[in-house]
């Protein structure tokens, strides 16, 4: 039987730098647990663009499709802000998106009690805090049609349409009602079925998907009142499912409680293949960073567990990424703070290597 395969893209700014700690757990994995990946590694955003003058090569897209799951780093940097649209570094990841067709990603928000600190909120709040949203990704306001600018008087008009069908409402409720069964069987589902006919059309979907889930306690909410709760109190909530838009807002909402974005990993998911493997895509929630680029300043975590969350979801390892989230956890409880984590003047921060090499260390001692 072959190795599992995995491509990494480690994109632009920071990418590079924490894919690099990555790979060392990666062959970590593949020396001490006969953990074995087939690893191939490709371009995205402006290091493809600067290559091949396309963020997302036509080859790397055909790699994408074929391999069991995609790690990336992250894309973009001011360098290509002068760039027409259709060719800016993000629209690389969202090819990457919507020709795999990954339509439900997974942003958990957890906050390690090592860190509760550092959250903008009290520590009782989020002290203990382990949500996931769930994020509708090829649909929605991002690529419903018509759109565009056009003239319109003597002004320009915006156009952005969100459109929803019931099929794209339905699966990724159910992989929200999956995940939810696998956790606290507690779902908030979050629309503007006020305002909105999108809204009224999703609560519906939703509602009917609930039937065949009957031992999951599923709620509805707005989803402004929902950003409202999310700071108010929100370890009420378990699994939270919601569109496109709504989704990206809630979710780097729902970051910030837990003090850093350099924490927070991803995945995005769709049809299973033909092995049964759903195709996959995992990424930091964090971007590029350019202003720390090069400087072993940032900090890898979010996508070391970037990968965690490939050997539960792609792999059907959980035994193996619990090791890996702990190894992090341990690393955070004894005190290694790469600059991100440190609000203590006159203490030196771990350098990107430092921290991956600490985390190696983790995984050593858990033999």
Not at 20 to 46: C, M, Y
Not at 79 to 105: A, C, I, Q
Not at 210 to 217: N, S
Not at 343 to 350: L, S
Request: hydrophobic residues 40%; glycine residues 10%.
């Amino acid at each position: 039987m072959s190795n599992p395969s995995l491509l990494i893209l480690p994109g632009d700014g920071i990418g590079p730098e924490v894919m690099a700690e990555v790979r060392k757990v990666i062959d970590w994995f593949g020396a001490k647990r006969g953990v074995v990946f087939d690893v191939s590694e490709d371009l995205v955003g402006g290091a493809a663009y600067d290559k091949h003058g396309t963020p997302l090569h036509d080859d790397t897209m055909a790699k994408a499709q074929e391999v069991d799951a995609v790690l990336l780093g992250a894309v973009g940097g001011p360098k290509y802000d002068v760039l027409d649209f259709s060719v800016k570094p993000e629209r690389g990841l969202l090819r990457l998106r919507k020709e795999m067709d990954l339509y439900s990603n997974l942003r958990p928000a957890q906050c390690f009690d090592a860190l509760a600190d550092f959250s903008s909120l009290k520590k009782d709040v989020v002290a203990g805090l382990d949500i996931m949203i769930v994020r509708e990704l090829t649909s929605g306001v991002y690529f419903g049609e018509p759109r565009g600018i056009i003239e319109e008087g003597n002004e320009r008009v915006g156009i952005n349409t969100q459109r929803y069908t019931e099929s794209e409402i339905d699966r990724a409720a159910r992989s929200a009602f999956e995940l939810a069964m696998k956790r606290g069987k507690k779902l908030c589902s979050m629309e503007k079925a006020n305002v909105m006919e999108s809204g009224i059309l999703w609560r519906e979907v939703v509602t009917e998907v609930g039937k065949d889930y009957p031992e999951v306690e599923l709620s509805h909410m707005y989803a402004d009142a929902g950003a409202m709760q999310l700071t108010r109190w929100p370890k009420q909530f378990d699994v939270i499912v919601t569109d496109n838009l709504f989704g990206d807002l809630l979710s780097d909402l729902a970051a910030m409680l837990t003090g850093s974005l350099g924490m927070l990993p991803s995945a995005s998911l769709g049809a299973p293949m033909a092995n049964g493997r759903p195709k996959a895509l995992y990424e930091p929630v964090h971007g590029s960073a350019p202003d720390i680029a090069g400087q072993g300043k940032a900090n890898p975590c979010a996508c070391i567990l970037s990968f965690a969350m490939a050997l539960r979801y792609s792999f059907d390892l959980g035994d193996e990424a619990t090791r890996l989230e702990q190894a992090v956890e341990k690393v955070l409880a004894d005190g290694v703070r790469t600059a991100d984590l440190l609000n203590e003047e006159g203490r030196t921060p771990a350098s990107t290597s430092e921290m991956g090499d600490a985390v190696v260390a983790a995984l050593e001692a858990s033999l």
